[in-house]
């Protein structure tokens, strides 16, 4: 791609989209799916997001006009060793359960070469690939671009949040730029590749259950939060590359797999279809908050959710704690003090998040598990019991996120251990709050 290049996306969240490289006007058969012959010599493939017979207001595929159908390729063959151990075939069961607070410095990023793929490491999650419920959050480490190589989740879908570094994303679809403070949905089955531009992190929810859907809006109306409208796809784009040896990466039932193939993915001219890769700016999220008094839960900063069979009760939610006005009255304004049914893993892109100003830092995350209380540290409740409660821009500069799950979370080996981030300090934020109760002062 030449550099600076200036991408074209279409813009809607679940359109039924359709496009064509207009190098090749036309590549779009009219009136059906499958024609005899499709033009150019392409051939047409379906991939399907939703079962067949999904309700129709559910359904998602597109239909791929491609040189090549993406069978043409090797065997897969497993990926047994090297780099990428940690991300491969996690056993959720490998470390006992511990409840307690977690909180991590922010990850190195490597200094050997290390492509995205080679760079993901799995932090900690729930759940069964196989029987397609659950989830996963892994972070990103990496310097160099994927080259000739490839990668797609058979497990499930993937939302990205970099936190250091844009990533040039080439799918089938076409091509996206996801710099820090935006995010990308890759769902199940799709083919990426990316390219870095140097140094780069990042964060990334994986859900087994569903597609990622935007929230309902109940009584807030029709406009709101993340608008659909913001949301972008790519616009097709394809490359006829042949050459021997390119790698296509499948994480199939929780481990990698790879298949040589002689030729580039990416050979898609044109599709139609509501199944696409898409990104989203998060400096775009129409922010609600309370305007009189109180703090409201944090589920008002929800992006994007993905849904289980229990109403209301998410596998996951995207949730980002934006730059906004704090405008409550005689209002203890930073996050309560609380104990959740939910798990609550957070990471921070930019800035500071208010609860914690110390030891939260960007490219490092913490985890609030089922239960598990926590709240602001000491020095936030003393600054906030006494200050003066104007007007205040809050958050300037910062953007902190949580992936909020109903499922009970396992914390990895490499979370735990191997990565060598988990901060022993955390609890002591908390032990210095002291006891102000006083039965004499109502
Ligand atoms: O724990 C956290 O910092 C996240 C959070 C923020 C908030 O405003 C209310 C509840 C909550 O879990
Ligand atoms: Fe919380």
Redesign the pocket.
Known sequence: MPAGEKLQYLSGFGNEFSSEDPRCPGALPVGQNSPQKCPYGLYAEQLSGTAFTAPRRENRRTWLYRIRPSVVHEPFIPVQTGPYEHFNGVDWNAQPPNPNQMRWLPFDVPTARTDWVQGLRTVCGAGDVRSRHGMAVHVYVCNAGMTDKCFYNADGDLLIVPQQGTLHVLTEFGRMDVAPNEICVIQQGMRFSVQVGGPSRGYVLEVFDNHFQLPDLGPIGANGLANPRDFLTPTAWYEDRELEGYTVVSKYQGHLFEAKQNHSPFDVVAWHGNYTPYKYDLAKFMVINAVAFD????SIFTVLTCPSHRLGTAIADFVI?PPRWSVQEHTFR???Y?R?CMS?F?GLILGR?E??EEGFMPGGA?L?SMMTP??PDAQCFDVNTKALLKPERVAEGTQAF?F?SSLSLAVTKWGEETCQKLDANYHKCWKSLRKHFDPSKP
């Open positions: 703090h409201a839960d944090p704690f930073p996050p309560y609380h959740n609550e957070m998040y609860a914690k913490t609030h926590h709240g949580m909020e």
